[in-house]
């Protein structure tokens, strides 16, 4: 079984990062392993206010002590951090990966035009550090715009505006980019998936509710799914798939997140019969 380590917050309750990839990643018959760099009472998406309690210095000691124990991943997955998080999660990705292990990076700092409160206007140049060498990287449009440094357009991209942003996301070190949001009318939503080389697309019909965490979900599925071998574009339609059944299943007046719980059975099934 491939073992996965996801480094992102702890938001105790909200449906969202650690407590949606751990679910999900399992349920893709993926191990996964978890390191918060900082604990929220909640999350910042809607809520008036939250407790943060920044875990930075315990990441190098957490290291240091799965490098005694020899304790390697095949891939890791990041979402939510901050900006002290970043170079003990560069270092972890060095001493702690096995051979051929990849790095899936969720830039997850904005949505819908503006970065999350709390974050500084340079958070992006410093989340681009994570980028530079991933496997993977999925951010929404507005991250995509952010980390290459132009002002977000909420809507209205053409092909081609969308495909230059594409390369340069990959000018700052990706490998794959698995940009979400896209949409050419205004009945479908998906995502551009490019290796650098083609841009391929996948589309669903756009739902009317919108809610928080799906990114989370989206990003966990992806992890998920290509560690159970299946292809980029593969993956990104099956997170799409898992994210609407998702937000079809949420209760109307369920504001804070998205019930990913209900999902479950639905990409346990779709899972079945890849090989582990
Ligand atoms: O879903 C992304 C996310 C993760 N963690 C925290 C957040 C958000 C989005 O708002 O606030 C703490």
């Known amino acids: 079984m491939k073992r996965l380590l996801t480094i992102q917050d702890i938001s105790c309750v909200g449906q969202c990062s650690t407590t949606v990839a751990l679910p999900l990643v399992s349920a893709c018959g993926v191990e996964c392993a978890v390191l918060p760099p900082a604990i929220l009472s909640n999350h910042t998406g809607g809520f008036k206010s939250w407790t943060f309690a920044d875990l930075t210095g315990e990441l190098a000691k957490v290291e240091a002590k799965w490098v005694e124990h020899g304790i390697r991943f095949d891939a890791f997955y990041t979402g939510y951090v901050c900006e002290s998080h970043i170079d003990p999660i560069l270092s972890i990705f060095k001493t702690c990966a096995e051979r051929g292990a990849i ?5 997850a700092m904005a949505d819908n035009g503006v970065l999350y409160a709390g974050f ?61 949001g896209v949409s050419f009318s205004p009945d479908e939503l998906g995502s551009a998936v490019s290796d650098g080389s083609t841009v391929q697309y996948d589309f669903n019909p756009k739902l009317e509710k919108m809610s928080h965490g799906t990114g989370d979900v989206y990003a966990s599925v992806f992890a998920g799914a290509v560690l159970r071998g ?20 949420t209760d109307d007046g369920h504001w804070y997140g998205v019930s990913f719980e209900r999902a479950i059975p639905f990409l346990v099934q779709r899972l079945s019969g890849s090989g582990f």
């Open 103 to 107: 790095r899936v990076v969720d830039p």
């Open 120 to 180: 500084a206007a340079d958070f992006p140049s410093k989340m681009a550090r994570l980028v530079d060498g991933a496997d993977y990287i999925l951010p929404n449009l507005t991250e995509a715009a952010l980390l290459v440094g132009e002002k977000p357009k909420l809507s209205g991209y053409t092909k081609g505006e969308l495909e230059s942003l594409i390369a340069k996301l990959h000018s700052l070190g990706a490998k794959n980019v698995v940009l979400t």
């Open 230 to 249: 299946k292809t980029a574009l593969e993956a990104a339609a099956l997170a799409a798939d898992v994210v609407c059944e998702a937000i079809k299943a």
